[in-house]
């Protein structure tokens, strides 16, 4: 049986570091270091916000599941919830296999969508405008649609699950 271990080297200027072990101890030890040797790096993370691909997937853990035979799944059909959640779901899992590298794009035309949570086209449009207006869906130049951050951000922060 073989132990996945991370190792990182890290040169900024005359500091070195480097860390080894457990994935999740190793990012801890690396966000610890560059706070302390960076400090315009401290600053920065206070005010900027990321989502965290690991608290999404918890967050959406009795709705999204990843096997490696299947990719990312839905555990239950997501046409049955009202078409403003199953949309901005719809787009996580985009956004989730686009972060997990199975995707190039973690966009999606609305055809795509309209399948995907098998809607009616003007429901689908209706539900877009507004998730569009709300600033939880961004809608690109050539007509995809992706989840913005602000939406990632309601989805792991929401208790319960979302209804936009």
């Given at each position: 049986?073989?132990?996945?271990?991370?190792?990182?080297?890290?040169?900024?200027?005359?500091?070195?570091?480097?860390?080894?072990?457990?994935?999740?101890e190793v990012?801890?030890?690396?966000?610890?270091?560059?706070?302390?040797?960076?400090?315009?790096?401290?600053?920065?993370?206070?005010?900027?916000?990321?989502?965290?691909?690991?608290?999404?997937?918890?967050?959406?853990?009795?709705?999204?599941?990843?096997?490696?035979?299947?990719?990312?799944?839905?555990?239950?059909?997501?046409?049955?919830?009202?078409?403003?959640?199953?949309?901005?779901?719809?787009?996580?899992?985009?956004?989730?296999?686009?972060?997990?590298?199975?995707?190039?794009?973690?966009?999606?035309?609305?055809?795509?969508?309209?399948?995907?949570?098998?809607?009616?086209?003007?429901?689908?449009?209706?539900?877009?405008?507004?998730?569009?207006?709300?600033?939880?869906?961004?809608?690109?130049?050539?007509?995809?649609?992706?989840?913005?951050?602000?939406?990632?951000?309601?989805?792991?922060?929401?208790?319960p699950k979302?209804?936009?």
């Open positions: 049986m073989t132990s996945t271990r991370l190792k990182v080297n890290i040169e900024y200027g005359d500091l070195r570091a480097e860390f080894e072990g457990d994935p999740s990012y801890a030890s690396v966000i610890r270091f560059l706070e302390k040797a960076i400090p315009t790096y401290s600053l920065a993370s206070r005010i900027a916000y990321s989502t965290d691909l690991q608290t999404l997937l918890e967050q959406l853990s009795d709705i999204i599941a990843y096997n490696q035979r299947e990719g990312v799944l839905f555990l239950k059909p997501i046409n049955a919830l009202p078409a403003a959640d199953a949309i901005l779901l719809f787009l996580a899992k985009r956004y989730i296999e686009h972060a997990l590298g199975l995707r190039d794009s973690p966009t999606a035309s609305f055809s795509e969508i309209q399948s995907a949570i098998g809607k009616p086209d003007k429901t689908v449009s209706g539900r877009l405008s507004e998730l569009l207006q709300k600033g939880y869906v961004r809608r690109l130049d050539r007509g995809d649609y992706t989840i913005t951050t602000l939406a990632l951000k309601m989805l792991t922060e929401a208790q979302p209804h936009p």
